[in-house]
């Protein structure tokens, strides 16, 4: 356990800017993130919000200005929404202790002042004492999230995928240690990667997301323009084959050598997906469904972007910018998985209650090792805990095993918390603030 973190501070990911509030980082089509990552892209997901106004002009949560009204620019209407309107919000009211009480109206305090657009689910001592949603699910349609609204997972996925690992691990089809050229020889550089490379990414191979296998890399990215979202566009609406993404990623040398080094890569999983598939006789997707939503109760999740109840968008300045969902060949077992904040909280449930594996299989997911990831989570002291993005949606799960805490965001704007009032928040950020919220309860 000797790469656990404490609960990190987060950067904030805005800075005051010309006057109005910077988005320093914001996702765009990372499928699918991990702790650390960040996908620029200039000009579309790096906005300028509130530009011509002085910091001091800038309307906080809570307050109004009947001078004038805010507006929202979609890609085909424009929205006019009065500054006095209450942010829409749905919030369930269970019957709680006084102490839960106390920290569900600090919770609800904190995402009112945040203005948070998605669902909340907060458990504590295995009681869920919050769950609310918020803003819209589909601004251009007019429609409001609900507690039961579904939205991309996006690297959550990864707790499924290595959970899947492990169901064959425990079946005696694979051993960790094996290399993985025992099971994808066409990969010309897998003979010293492991099983357990991959899950714990130490394999060194590089991220096809990000690498420019896909036609744009990282830095192209960081520099292009919003001329540039067609190419993106066709980039997450292509269908891939899994020969497809093997032949571009292929000819890309390793970062380090397998186990001495960590990098975040979503190749990582794409191959375990693969290899999952080889040793069942059954689809990714198939084998998710039959071993592991079905099992635990998902009825609500699926790894089919149609079955989505909310739609997805990007902030632009002055407006917000609407993409397909990515096809689910590029997602793939990296983060494919469409879920709801209750389906969610039965699957860590489920994680926390041992229901899927065995004691030495949790035990090895949840070691952090050297690099603090353990096999699709990231460890911390005291906590373990995954986020996601892809297009038009962020998302993050914190569990703390010890009290029992679950805390789920999901979000259906990428990288950023509101619209209306220029608040700068993604999920992660949330959670680390709930978080704080029940340590301070707890001290």
């Given at each position: 356990?000797?790469?656990?973190?404490?609960?990190?501070e987060?950067?904030?990911?805005?800075?005051?800017?010309?006057?109005?509030?910077?988005?320093?980082?914001?996702?765009?089509?990372?499928?699918?993130?991990?702790?650390?990552?960040?996908?620029?892209?200039?000009?579309?997901?790096?906005?300028?919000?509130?530009?011509?106004?002085s910091?001091?002009?800038?309307?906080?949560?809570?307050?109004?200005?009947?001078?004038?009204?805010?507006?929202?620019?979609?890609?085909?209407?424009?929205t006019?929404?009065?500054?006095?309107?209450?942010?829409?919000?749905v919030?369930?009211?269970?019957?709680?202790?006084?102490?839960?009480?106390?920290?569900?109206?600090?919770?609800?305090?904190?995402?009112?002042?945040?203005?948070?657009?998605?669902?909340?689910?907060v458990?504590?001592?295995?009681?869920?004492?919050?769950?609310?949603?918020?803003?819209?699910?589909?601004?251009?349609?007019?429609?409001?999230?609900?507690?039961?609204?579904?939205?991309?997972?996006?690297?959550?996925?990864?707790?499924?995928t290595?959970?899947?690992?492990?169901?064959?691990?425990?079946?005696?089809?694979?051993?960790?240690e094996?290399?993985?050229?025992?099971?994808?020889?066409?990969?010309?550089?897998?003979?010293?990667?492991?099983?357990?490379?991959?899950?714990?990414?130490?394999?060194?191979?590089?991220?096809?997301?990000?690498?420019?296998?896909?036609?744009?890399?990282?830095?192209d990215?960081?520099?292009a323009?919003?001329?540039?979202?067609?190419?993106?566009?066709?980039?997450?609406?292509?269908?891939?084959?899994?020969?497809?993404?093997?032949?571009?990623?292929?000819?890309?040398?390793?970062?380090?050598?397998a186990?001495?080094?960590?990098?975040?890569?979503?190749?990582?999983?794409?191959?375990?997906?693969?290899?999952?598939?080889?040793?069942?006789?059954?689809?990714?997707?198939?084998?998710?469904?039959?071993?592991?939503?079905?099992?635990?109760?998902?009825?609500?999740?699926?790894?089919?972007?149609?079955?989505?109840?909310?739609?997805g968008?990007?902030?632009?300045?002055?407006?917000?910018?609407?993409?397909?969902?990515?096809d689910?060949?590029?997602?793939?077992?990296?983060?494919?998985?469409?879920?709801?904040?209750?389906?969610?909280?039965?699957?860590?449930?489920?994680?926390l209650?041992?229901?899927?594996?065995?004691?030495?299989?949790?035990?090895?997911?949840?070691?952090?090792?050297?690099f603090?990831?353990?096999?699709?989570?990231?460890?911390?002291?005291?906590?373990?805990?995954?986020?996601?993005?892809?297009?038009?949606?962020?998302?993050?799960?914190?569990?703390?095993?010890?009290?029992?805490?679950?805390?789920?965001?999901?979000?259906?704007?990428?990288g950023?918390?509101?619209?209306?009032?220029?608040?700068?928040?993604n999920?992660?950020?949330?959670?680390?603030?709930?978080?704080?919220?029940?340590?301070?309860?707890?001290?």
């Amino acid at each position: 356990m000797t790469g656990a973190r404490s609960r990190p501070e987060t950067d904030g990911s805005a800075s005051i800017f010309n006057g109005g509030i910077r988005l320093k980082s914001q996702y765009l089509f990372d499928p699918i993130r991990g702790k650390g990552f960040r996908f620029f892209i200039a000009g579309v997901c790096t906005a300028v919000l509130l530009s011509g106004c002085s910091a001091d002009s800038i309307r906080r949560p809570g307050t109004s200005d009947t001078s004038k009204t805010d507006s929202i620019q979609t890609d085909t209407v424009r929205t006019e929404i009065p500054p006095t309107t209450v942010f829409p919000s749905v919030i369930r009211e269970p019957i709680l202790s006084s102490e839960n009480r106390v920290g569900a109206d600090l919770i609800r305090e904190y995402l009112c002042s945040v203005r948070y657009n998605g669902v909340v689910l907060v458990a504590h001592r295995g009681e869920v004492i919050f769950e609310g949603a918020y803003g819209f699910s589909d601004l251009k349609e007019g429609t409001w999230n609900r507690t039961e609204t579904i939205f991309e997972l996006g690297s959550i996925t990864k707790q499924f995928t290595a959970t899947a690992v492990l169901m064959l691990a425990e079946q005696g089809k694979l051993s960790l240690e094996d290399p993985m050229s025992l099971y994808l020889p066409e990969y010309p550089k897998g003979e010293g990667i492991t099983v357990r490379n991959l899950l714990n990414m130490t394999s060194g191979i590089p991220d096809y997301v990000t690498c420019g296998a896909l036609g744009m890399s990282y830095d192209d990215l960081e520099t292009a323009s919003v001329e540039d979202v067609g190419r993106v566009r066709a980039i997450i609406e292509k269908e891939y084959t899994h020969e497809e993404i093997m032949r571009l990623i292929s000819p890309y040398d390793l970062l380090f050598e397998a186990g001495t080094n960590y990098h975040y890569s979503n190749t990582n999983y794409y191959f375990l997906g693969m290899i999952i598939e080889k040793l069942s006789g059954m689809s990714y997707f198939d084998f998710l469904e039959k071993y592991i939503f079905e099992p635990v109760g998902m009825e609500h999740t699926s790894t089919d972007p149609s079955d989505l109840t909310s739609c997805g968008s990007v902030m632009i300045p002055f407006g917000r910018v609407y993409l397909p969902s990515q096809d689910r060949s590029l997602s793939y077992a990296a983060g494919v998985i469409c879920s709801n904040a209750s389906d969610l909280y039965k699957w860590e449930q489920a994680v926390l209650a041992g229901d899927l594996l065995s004691v030495d299989s949790r035990r090895q997911m949840f070691d952090p090792g050297d690099f603090g990831y353990g096999l699709g989570w990231s460890i911390g002291l005291d906590y373990y805990e995954h986020g996601g993005q892809t297009v038009g949606y962020n998302s993050h799960v914190l569990v703390v095993p010890s009290s029992r805490t679950v805390i789920i965001l999901l979000s259906n704007i990428q990288g950023t918390g509101d619209y209306f009032s220029g608040a700068n928040v993604n999920s992660e950020q949330v959670a680390t603030e709930i978080y704080g919220i029940l340590s301070d309860q707890q001290s």
